[in-house]
């Protein structure tokens, strides 16, 4: 069973940092696109920021500068850097990854639990 399991949300104030991981676990043959996506309250899922299997990132214009995207294929793990958080950045935030369990499937989507931001002001 493929789990994405997020760590690292919490609460900090304006001005700090904060760094989100998600592993994935299970039994996958590779995974390609990987992604951070964050649902405020009475807001819509919106994407934060992703990166392809390559390395080719792609980041929300509002967390430009602030955000970086990273992966660790080794690990199966993607992590977000978020500097300079704002109070605007509170939020659920996400994990999500394209799967290809067997060579030759066609990639799944799959989601983390969700953990907690909150920025402070």
């Known amino acids: 069973q493929v789990q994405l399991v997020e760590s690292g949300g919490g609460l900090v104030q304006a001005g700090g940092s904060l760094r989100l991981s998600c592993k994935v676990s299970?039994?996958?043959?590779?995974?390609?696109?990987m992604g951070w996506y964050r649902q405020a309250p009475g807001k819509q899922l919106e994407l934060v920021a992703g990166?392809?299997?390559?390395?080719?990132?792609n980041y929300a214009d509002s967390v430009k500068g602030r955000f970086t995207i990273s992966r660790d294929n080794a690990k199966n793990t993607v992590y977000v850097q978020m500097n300079s958080l704002k109070p605007e950045d509170t939020a659920v935030y996400y994990c999500?990854?394209?799967?290809?369990?067997?060579?030759?499937?066609?990639?799944?989507?799959?989601w983390g639990q969700g953990t907690q931001v909150t920025v402070s002001s």
């Open positions: 990166i392809t299997s390559g390395g080719t990132t």
């Open positions: 999500n990854a394209d799967i290809q369990l067997h060579y030759g499937l066609v990639p799944e989507e799959y």
């Open positions: 299970g039994n996958i043959f590779s995974i390609k696109a």
